[in-house]
């Protein structure tokens, strides 16, 4: 019987063969895991289960606003494609859709941003390529078909080995990386899943079993809690440190893990929630104006998820409405700024669901990971000579390279 129903309950009228394969691919990532003394997969084996309400966090990229500041991060965070698949790695994609102003000139008239996994998408292209399709119309507002997106007929697609259709699917619709993307421009266009590497399922469960174990570090004759960069040195993760959903994730769940304060050190079980789900829990619209107005409230529209579990964001007006996003202010008056759309998914906040036990247990000592100690002094994001601020360096040098010349901060997307 499969555990996770679809993600948001957005695809309840999907086969049995593709939940049943989704649930497969989650088994095999905890399995390849390991067993964790409090991150178990199914939540019905937690006792007295009770939703988590720490697990969110900002959507905006973290790393390039401390590489480079706020102004270049926001500039690079908006360059489409090239954006995503380097920066977008807080569970969040979006792109800007671009429309003809009066005289002719591109602008940017709606942000659409995603939350939801690729291999979701992915499970129901190899499993249920009819239901695929359908949702594929409904979102993009145009109909493919097999052949469109995957230079296969149906017939030829289900004759296919899975992984020879799971192969397809990434060089078709996911790409490599901001210098090789898919050779369909649709995920491209209508940000239908998350395509940036660090967005995945397996990375997301990946840092939740890491953080799940009581770390202790012990300095002469004393023990204590181990710190969160010490955590992330010890697990080779410390590319987490640095971002607002590694932090974040990591954080809570070692809290869980490791409970503070008490005299006997106490743990609580936790699981992700059915479904399995990385949602959007907050959009803060009530800080966007158009004009001395606070934008209307059909401007923003929810989608893909069942009720309190939207993945899937469009803000702004309809091609009818005179207004762009380009004079939508953050905050109104003198204290008013223009919006970009790494302002936007600033004023976003993402996380998975999280079933946590209702009451602690004491730790035994058998559970106890002990590591070493570490100088806080390590972790310092943002400084010049490391490795991931000289590759968002490189990636701003050949942005403002190929966007000489072109005044406006957004890049093209006329879909």
């Known amino acids: 019987m499969s555990v996770f129903k679809s993600p948001g309950l957005a695809d309840q009228g999907v086969n049995t063969a593709a939940l049943s394969a989704w649930n497969s691919s989650i088994q095999d990532i905890f399995d390849g895991c390991g067993v964790s003394p409090f991150l178990v997969m199914d939540p019905r084996d937690i006792e007295l289960g ?20 706020d102004e270049l991060a926001a500039r690079l965070s908006d360059q489409g494609w090239s954006s995503r698949a380097e920066l977008h790695n807080e569970y969040l994609e979006y792109t800007l859709v671009m429309r003809p102003d009066a005289s002719g000139r591109m602008r940017p008239k709606r942000f659409v941003a995603t939350t939801e996994f690729m291999e979701w998408w992915r499970t129901m292209a190899v ?8 949702v594929v119309a409904t979102v993009s507002g145009s109909f493919y078909s097999c052949e469109d997106l995957f230079e296969a007929s149906q017939s030829e697609w289900n004759l296919m080995e899975v992984s020879q259709r799971m192969a397809r699917f990434h060089k078709r619709l996911v790409g490599r990386n901001h210098v090789q993307p898919p050779e369909h421009p649709l995920n491209i266009q209508h940000v239908l899943f998350m395509a940036n590497k660090a967005n995945s399922l397996i990375d997301l469960i990946h840092t939740m079993h890491l953080s799940s174990f009581p770390y202790l570090v012990t300095s002469g004759e004393n023990r204590r809690r181990a710190r969160l960069g010490e955590v992330l040195d010890f697990a080779y993760r410390q590319d987490l440190y640095c971002q607002h959903a590694g932090t974040r994730l990591a954080k809570e769940t070692l809290d869980l893990a490791f409970g503070k304060g008490g005299a006997s050190p106490t743990g609580r079980a936790m ?8 949602y959007i829990q907050a959009f803060h619209e009530s800080d966007l104006f158009a ?26 007006p309809a ?17 008013a700024r223009p919006v970009s759309g790494y302002t936007l998914a600033s004023l976003i906040e993402v996380g998975p669901l999280i079933t946590v036990a209702a009451k ?9 990971v002990e590591i070493p100690d570490v100088d806080p002094a390590r972790f310092v994001c943002g400084l010049p000579e490391t490795q ?10 050949q942005c403002e390279a190929e966007a000489e ?6 890049r093209e997307n006329k879909n």
């Not at 990229?61 to 480079?68: A, I, N, S, V």
């Not at 699981?271 to 990385?278: K, Y």
């Not at 010349?405 to 957004?410: A, H, K, L, M, V």
Request: net charge negative; glycine share 8%; charged share 25%.
């Open 388 to 397: 991931r601020c000289r590759q968002i360096s490189e990636f701003a040098d």
């Open 360 to 368: 602690p247990r004491a730790i035994t000592r058998v559970e106890f």
């Open 405 to 410: 010349g072109d005044s406006t901060p957004f």
């Open 271 to 278: 699981a992700f929630s059915d479904p399995l789900v990385l």
């Open 319 to 335: 091609d009818d409405d005179p207004w762009f996003l380009d004079e939508i202010t953050l905050g109104s008056g003198a204290s």
């Open 291 to 316: 004009g001395e107005n606070n934008v209307p409230l059909d401007w923003v529209r929810y989608a893909r998820g069942a009720p309190g579990m939207p993945m899937r964001l469009e803000f702004g």
């Open 50 to 69: 009770q939703p988590a309400r720490g697990f969110r966090w900002l959507a905006n990229p973290r790393e390039p606003r401390d590489c480079l500041g």
């Open 127 to 134: 499993f249920d390529l009819d239901h695929f399709l359908s």
